[in-house]
């Protein structure tokens, strides 16, 4: 996708804050409303802007506990795997990964209670499952959905 100084301006803008308007971005960019609804409608339908949603404070809604979840998976049946695990609503990030290992899953739950009832319930069950190994989250020095857009823009 091409996307101009103007359309950069706009994303930043909604990736901090996905709320605004066509007439707040306007005002921000120095555009008409309707020429910013315009490249509103645009960056949505081309996927530029995939979605916009609110940003929830885990321990508010019980999902404190953070796990990354390093996954050995067999070839045989690792799709049927893959896609069981995408559809998990306390699997955050999925990432096929280079190295020794197959997959890295990031998930939020409520408490290492909850993580060991996801691996029993969830993940060991499936058969192309080898092997995992979980790592507990501390404390996030930073989490951002914030994506660094060109020349360092976010």
């Known amino acids: 996708m091409d996307l101009d100084e103007t359309d950069l301006r706009i994303a930043a803008l909604l990736q ?11 005002r921000e960019i120095g555009l008409s409303v309707s020429a910013a609804n315009e490249r509103l409608r645009r960056l949505l ?7 916009t949603a609110a940003l ?10 953070c ?5 050995d998976l067999a070839w045989q ?3 049927e795997a893959i896609a069981a695990l995408a559809a998990r609503p306390e699997v955050m ?14 998930i939020r739950v409520k408490d290492p209670a909850a993580v060991q009832r996801f691996l029993t319930e969830a993940v060991k069950p499936l058969p192309a499952i080898l092997r995992t190994e979980t790592i ?9 959905p914030t994506l660094l857009l060109r020349e360092g823009k976010a």
């Open 93 to 106: 990030e999925l990432h096929h990964i280079s190295g020794p290992h197959s997959y890295l899953m990031k």
């Open 67 to 71: 796990c990354f979840l390093l996954l």
């Open 16 to 26: 901090q804050d996905g709320r605004l308007s066509a007439t707040e971005i306007a």
């Open 45 to 51: 339908s081309n996927g530029t802007v995939r979605q």
């Open 56 to 65: 929830l404070d885990p321990a508010a809604v019980d999902a404190a506990c």
């Open 77 to 79: 049946g690792e799709a």
């Open 136 to 144: 507990f989250s501390l404390q996030a020095e930073k989490e951002s």
